[in-house]
């Protein structure tokens, strides 16, 4: 990678061209949706019990549905390959789930409210984080093909 522009100061440009750096963003990203995938994989009533909370029937399905997006979504953007597939699994997932679980406007106001209306803005944040590594992953295959970014 090369430097970003002469105004950026030398630790910020280490740091942006450090080998590392997007790999452990795009984990910081993804890594909560992952762990959850796990743990519900692992904890499969838990996992069923949940859905069922959210009164997502048939709740074996949901429950199923979610461990795999919550795995494939994070591989893929951690991989590299599909980024754009993974980031639009978990933005529609993380959709999906604020509007589910985070319906401030059927609330009546209050701290519960309060707390949901966060969540839920807190979630959208998510998603464009989401767009914003397939934009990424997109620009940095048009560098590798040539084509510019």
Do not use: C
């Amino acid at each position: 990678m090369t430097t970003l522009s002469a105004r950026d100061p030398r630790f910020v440009d280490a740091i942006l061209d450090w080998r590392w750096t997007g790999f452990l963003a795009r984990l910081a990203l993804v890594g909560a949706y992952l762990l959850g995938g796990i743990v519900k994989a692992s904890d499969w009533p838990a996992a069923v019990a949940e859905q069922a909370h959210f009164g997502m029937q048939p709740a074996a399905f949901w429950a199923a549905a979610t461990i795999a997006v919550e795995i494939v979504g994070p591989l893929l953007i951690l991989s590299g390959r599909l980024v754009w597939l993974g980031a639009g699994m978990l933005g529609a997932f993380t959709l999906f789930a604020a509007i589910t679980a985070n319906a401030f406007w059927a609330m009546p106001a209050g701290q519960d409210r309060f707390m949901a209306t966060n969540a839920f803005f807190e979630h959208l944040g998510l998603i464009g984080g989401f767009v914003l590594a397939a934009i990424v992953a997109e620009a940095g295959q048009r560098r590798g093909a040539g084509g510019g970014a």
